[in-house]
């Protein structure tokens, strides 16, 4: 009688290949959330900083962070930052003629993240890293 080896992989290593797979996938997992989160922070910082120097060009023209009337009748209102796909800005135009406070308020994935600047170039924020501070932090380690 003629016998074959058999071929193949047998259960125990399987059931090694998959244990080693699922550590892996539990170390890269949070790391890769944590690299998309700073990736999408700066939709937040750069819109903050634009709508800032856009409103000191307002407030240049116009001596107010205010809407200022039109001819027609109607209100002129400075440029503000637009709404990107992780955050929603506010405060733009200001309620006052000498102060604004402009805030990034994340949506999704990215809720928990709050961004504000106001007239004085002061920065704070507020993130779901649990860590806040007086600029804005970037990193999950509170690095501004």
Do not use: H
Not at 62 to 84: F, H, L, Q, W
Not at 94 to 100: D, L, R
Not at 116 to 126: C, L, P, R, V, Y
């Amino acid at each position: 009688m003629k016998t074959t080896a058999q071929a193949g992989f047998t259960l125990i290593e399987l059931m090694v290949t998959v244990a080693i797979l699922g550590i892996l996938a539990s170390i890269a997992l949070p790391a890769y959330n944590d690299y998309l989160i700073k990736g999408r922070i700066p939709q937040a910082t750069s819109g903050l900083a634009n709508g800032r120097v856009l409103l000191e060009q307002w407030f240049q023209d116009n001596r107010t962070y205010k809407a200022v009337p039109t001819e027609g009748g109607g209100d002129s209102s400075p440029p503000c930052p637009a709404n990107t796909q992780y955050f929603t800005f506010s405060g733009c135009p200001s309620e006052s003629a000498t102060t604004y406070t402009l805030t990034a308020t994340g949506t999704g994935a990215m809720s928990g993240f709050v961004y504000t600047i106001n007239e004085s170039n002061t920065m704070t924020s507020t993130t779901s890293w649990g860590n806040s501070g007086n600029c804005w932090v970037v990193s999950k380690n509170g690095g501004c």
